[in-house]
């Protein structure tokens, strides 16, 4: 686990030497005549300010930021970084409550039992998590029906997302199926995958 917290803070650099690993969970080193290939997997955890300041979408309206500012915040992560993040969530400002009320949803060890069983059904279907999966392997176990895969297409387009983008997608649409433990992917885990991925725009 990578945790990299205030993420544009980060010298640009540093953060597109993490594109590599991301994608193949190697990292080659090369000195003078010799390379040297290391495994380097792990899971990336992140969090960003929404602006410079952090009080963007505020209903307090505290932030002063022009959208200049903003997007120029925004761009010290490039396109080809983000499209190796998997899901992009925005959290909203907790409210200070001394005595907060009961939480909703599930609990730690209901969603943990959830996530176990579907990674059991992964490693039966495929031998490997979701994640790890090839292009062949997407091809066998993230089909799609006709009406589906056209939707997804033009949703693709709509968003201008990458073609590795649209992958990583699939893949996160296959999860929140197996979660439910269902075989076929639907249009319902299509949508709420494309929720998870930000607009290139």
């Known amino acids: 686990m990578l945790f990299l917290d205030e993420l544009p803070e980060f010298d640009r650099k540093v953060l ?9 969970g190697h990292i080659v080193i090369a000195r003078a005549r010799d390379r040297v290939r290391f495994p380097a997997r792990f899971q990336l955890v992140a969090a960003m300010n929404p602006c410079p300041c952090g009080y963007l979408g505020e209903p307090t309206g505290r932030c002063r930021c022009s959208t200049e500012q903003i997007q120029r915040y925004r761009n010290k992560l490039s396109g080809p970084l983000l499209d190796r993040i998997d899901l992009h969530l925005t959290v909203a400002r907790e409210a200070t409550a001394l005595n907060p009320g009961p939480q909703t949803g599930d609990d730690t ?3 943990a039992f959830l996530v176990a069983q579907a990674r059991e059904l992964q490693q039966k279907r495929q031998g490997c998590a979701n994640a790890f999966l090839d292009l062949p392997g997407l091809r066998q176990h993230c089909a799609l029906l006709p009406a589906d895969e056209t939707w997804l297409e033009t949703a693709c387009e709509r968003l201008t997302l990458s073609l590795r983008a649209a992958h990583r997608l699939l893949k996160v649409a296959r999860t929140l199926a197996d979660l439910e433990q269902v075989e076929a992917i639907g249009r319902h885990h299509l949508a709420e ?9």
Do not use: D, G, I, M
């Not at 597109?16 to 193949?24: D, Y």
């Not at 494309?194 to 725009?201: A, G």
């Open 109 to 111: 060890a209901s969603a």
């Open 16 to 24: 597109e030497v993490l594109r590599e690993p991301l994608e193949s």
């Open 193 to 201: 995958a494309l929720q998870y991925r930000p607009s290139s725009n």
